[in-house]
């Protein structure tokens, strides 16, 4: 049986509350970093989340903590159904100024499906004339990763250029749940299957950002430079197959 839903309503966006919320992590020291870009214009118009954020927070010790400069998160939590799938569908625009040449990971726009009872993280990184595919299992803070006789923790990017750079593309990520199954598309075409997937996954909180991915370095981050992104997302369709 299918049927499916739309993860939209940005239209409380600034509200707290609702369907969006700032993402992040809690801290050691009891306190919360928060994604968010103090300089961040927001704008809905037409139901189409538009964002320009100037990049300007960084974090010199936890990988995470740099990488996402202004996030949205959903404030409930999809949930997979048990042998079945689930998808997400969107449309997304990238358009940067100021990050280095055909370096998708100095500066881009992101949908991300993050299972924090697993660790799991499905995305689409989207930069200026670059996009990527991404699956990984993480150690991020404060969730507990099931223990396993494989790789325990990994993340592996595709880098691909077919698709209409710097303009409204359509993504979708699927997971089947039954068949350990990961499928990614872009305008309607398949563009990377991940069979054998190592463990259940059991939810996903959906999150928008903006982001860099710049490994720290000895001295500390070097992922900010002056660059701006403007990222814009339309709704998600949300489809169920059980």
């Known amino acids: 049986m299918s ?7 940005f239209h409380n966006i600034l509200s707290g509350k609702d369907v969006w919320k700032i993402g992040g992590f809690p801290l050691q020291d009891g ?53 079945g799938e689930v998808s997400f569908e969107l449309q997304i625009r990238s358009r940067t100024t100021g990050t280095a040449a055909h370096d998708l990971y100095d500066g881009f726009v992101s949908l991300n499906l993050l299972d924090f009872t697993t660790g799991a993280a499905l995305d689409f990184f989207v930069g200026n004339d670059t996009y990527a595919s991404v699956y990984g299992i993480l150690p991020f803070p404060g969730v507990e990763v099931p223990e396993s006789d494989k790789t325990r923790f990994f993340c592996i990017f595709k880098e691909e250029t077919d698709f209409q750079p710097r303009e409204f593309n359509t993504y979708r990520i699927t997971y089947h749940r039954g068949n350990d199954e990961v499928i990614f598309a872009v305008n309607g075409v398949e563009v990377r299957r991940e069979r054998q997937v190592p463990i259940k996954l059991n939810q996903f909180t959906v999150a928008l950002g903006i982001m860099t991915e710049k490994d720290l370095t000895p001295e500390g981050s070097v992922s900010v430079h002056g660059q701006t992104v403007i990222a814009e997302w339309t709704p998600i369709k949300v489809t169920y197959q059980d």
């Open 3 to 9: 049927r499916e839903h739309i993860l939209g309503d």
């Open 31 to 83: 306190s919360f970093w928060n994604y968010r870009e103090p300089n961040a214009v927001v704008i809905v118009r037409n139901g189409i989340l538009y964002v320009r954020a100037p990049l300007s927070r960084k974090h010199d010790h936890v990988q995470f903590l740099d990488n996402a400069k202004h996030m949205y998160y959903s404030v409930d939590a999809v949930q997979v159904p048990e042998a």
